[in-house]
């Protein structure tokens, strides 16, 4: 799975699987703690991400938002700045 990006111990990342991986979404690591965020609504979806994570993942993501489903669509990763 393809790190996008890396900030505060938190990894980012973005994975593809045609027709069998949606929503659109992202997996948060921090430690041994995991989070599916989904794209669209910014949202945890899945995990055990603490509180705190959660919150600078979503903050994140609100900055990122627009480049993350670009590259959803196109499956064409590049790296995205840290928070």
């Not at 992202?26 to 669209?40: K, M, N, Q, S, W």
């Not at 991400?49 to 627009?66: D, F, S, Y």
Request: glycine share 4%; hydrophobic share 40%; net charge negative.
């Amino acid at each position: 799975m393809p790190e996008i990006s890396r900030f505060y111990g938190i990894i980012i990342k973005m994975f593809f699987k045609p027709k069998e991986h949606e929503p659109s979404h992202i997996h948060a690591l921090y430690g041994e703690h995991v989070g599916i965020f989904d794209l669209r609504t910014m949202e945890m979806t899945e995990g055990d991400l603490p509180k705190r994570a959660q919150e600078l993942v979503k903050e994140w993501l609100l900055h990122n938002q627009e480049d993350l489903l670009e590259m959803w669509e196109s499956q064409n990763l590049r790296k995205l700045p840290p928070l």
